[in-house]
Nanobody, 126 residues
């Protein structure tokens, strides 16, 4: 297993969670690490991404100002700090990795990523 996501759970509206994605050393050298989410009956959607080489960090408009993606290079781990959670944030969250650099706009696309974690459930109650 190259990517292992954890940290999901049940939280009340307005609460916080921090997701972690532990990567193998080879996977963590990937240029781009990202988080996506998928709610029941919906397509997988982009949440946040960080490009090591390009120095770019992107967020979906729906989470901007509330979520923060970060990397701990010593631990080969990517985090997603989620604050001010809303019921509409309820979904299975997936981490993803892409080895090579890509244009910024493509960082939002599911098809741009080589590796995926197994997902962790986040449920926000109203």
């Amino acid at each position: 297993v190259q990517l292992q996501a954890s940290g999901g759970g049940l939280v009340q509206d307005g609460g916080s969670l921090r997701l972690s994605c532990a990567a193998s050393a080879r996977t963590f050298t990937s240029d781009i690490m990202a988080w996506f989410r998928q709610a029941p009956g919906k397509e997988r959607e982009f949440v946040a991404a960080n490009s090591r080489g390009g120095g770019n960090t992107l967020y979906a408009d729906s989470v901007k100002g509330r979520f923060t993606i970060s990397r701990d290079n010593a631990k080969n781990t990517v985090y997603l700090q989620m604050n001010s959670l809303k019921p509409e944030d309820t979904a299975v969250y997936y981490c993803a990795a892409r080895t090579r650099r890509i244009i910024v706009s493509a960082m939002r696309l599911v098809g741009s990523y080589d590796s995926w974690g197994q997902g962790t459930q986040v449920t926000v109650s109203s």
